[in-house]
């Protein structure tokens, strides 16, 4: 009986060191998730552009029905939609908790995403440390075939930045 609560006292402190580190994990499971799918809105929204000569996309369905995106991604910090940002409307109107969701003017446009969580991460991304300045915006630099862009080459020996 007394070697039973040794074990079970040994396991408790072992789940006790363990769960913060799994939540760690979690939570940079999701950071990763956020970027790659905030660049596949940047990445639909310039392909889009590239083919209607610059216009922005007026909704998200526009890109999915396009074929420019493969479906409407959810936030995956908070498991909802992401925040739309539109052309023509300041960041910190876009940001602001009464944003619009649906656009009225035809003229404006869909030009990136960002996320509804205002919480800290743990990596900073562009400079940024919490996820709703981590802003996914649609920019001309897509490459024409592929999602990557070109890589950069430096002699051997030559440090990173």
Partial sequence: MAALLASMSVMCVMLSVALPVWRTVMQREREAELIFRGQQYAHAIALFQRKYAGTFPPSVEALVEGRFLRRRYLDPMTNNEFRLLYADVP???????????????????????????????????????????????????????????????????????
Avoid at 95 to 109: C, H, K, L, M, V
Avoid at 128 to 141: I, K, N, Q
Avoid at 155 to 160: A, I, S, Y
């Fill in 91 to 161: 960041y910190a109107a876009a940001a602001a908790r009464s944003a619009p969701t649906t656009i009225a003017d035809p003229r404006r446009g869909i030009v990136g995403v960002v996320s509804r969580s205002s919480t800290a991460s743990l990596r900073s991304y562009e400079g940024r440390w919490r996820y709703d300045e981590w802003t996914f915006v649609a920019t001309e630099d897509i490459p024409a075939c592929g999602l990557e862009g070109p890589r950069e080459t430096r002699p051997r020996g030559v440090p990173t930045r």
